[in-house]
């Protein structure tokens, strides 16, 4: 699967966020990378539209996400959710929130108030191509 560059940056991205080793370095100690399986999966959503995102789940039980959807790039991390998966964006101005459940999604809305209610802004999203790997 060819990725665009913009979705490799916001991959790198979300990577960088994995943690913060300076207190290592500082101390002159070594680190080991982190270890993850990486996995890209594009989705065919209501309308016809489609949406790439790139899933980062790490030997240590993180997950990170990169979304791409409508020219934008969104780092995301994951969020305790009741069933399935639940991110949030990394830029709360954002304010998405993408769900996944098996092969299917749903991209919704939340802005950064707390008396903001989530509103959906793309539903019925279907799995239909996926790539992964080991980092």
Not at 93 to 104: A, N, P, S
Request: aromatic share 8%.
């Amino acid at each position: 699967m060819k990725l665009g560059a913009g979705l490799v940056l916001a991959a790198a991205l979300v990577l960088s966020a994995c943690g913060d080793d300076s207190a290592k370095e500082a101390a002159g100690e070594a680190h080991e990378p982190s270890r993850y399986d990486a996995l890209s999966i594009t989705y065919l959503c209501e309308g016809g539209v489609r949406v790439q995102a790139i899933y980062f789940n790490f030997e240590d039980g993180n997950a990170l996400a990169a979304l791409s959807y409508d020219g934008t790039l969104a780092p995301m991390r994951i969020m305790p959710s009741g069933s399935g998966a639940k991110y949030t964006s990394l830029n709360e101005e954002l304010g998405w929130r993408w769900h996944t459940k098996g092969d299917e999604a749903s991209l919704s809305y939340m802005a950064p108030d707390d008396t903001a209610t989530e509103q959906p802004v793309l539903q019925s999203c279907k799995n239909i191509l996926h790539t992964g790997g080991a980092g």
